[in-house]
Nanobody, 115 residues
Framework: VQLQASGGGLVQSGGSLRLSCAAS????????IGWFRQAPGKEREGIGC????????DYVDSVKGRFTVSRDYAQKMVYLQMDSLRPEDTAVYYC?????????WGQGTLVTVSS
């Protein structure tokens, strides 16, 4: 599977953005999918994922209630709705797919939140 994230940009604190991720290759429903981010000088952080089995979502505490992961299998798309953005959300965001212990991700998209 190949993944390409898009939709990043500059937004003011408190604003919203919706990131999109286009997948190509085998059916997306074979994979657990999600998003991670990496801020300058910081380690990679997983922020949200959605199970291929039951559609259950899970989020890191710092984004719970603000971010929502969703998917459209027919369109092979994954989305990250981000609300109430904060300056500390500034990072490059990547979507990923996980199956049988192997993970896949592509080029990320930069989100910058100004205070």
């Amino acid at each position: 599977v190949q993944l390409q994230a898009s939709g990043g940009g500059l937004v003011q604190s408190g604003g919203s953005l919706r990131l999109s991720c286009a997948a190509s290759g085998p059916d997306l429903n074979r994979y657990d999918i999600g998003w991670f981010r990496q801020a300058p000088g910081k380690e990679r952080e997983g922020i949200g994922c959605i199970s291929r089995i039951n559609g259950r979502t899970d989020y890191v505490d710092s984004v719970k209630g603000r971010f929502t992961v969703s998917r459209d299998y027919a369109q092979k798309m994954v989305y990250l709705q981000m609300d109430s953005l904060r300056p500390e959300d500034t990072a490059v965001y990547y979507c990923y797919a996980l199956r049988a212990g192997k993970s896949y991700w592509g080029q990320g998209t930069l989100v910058t939140v100004s205070s």
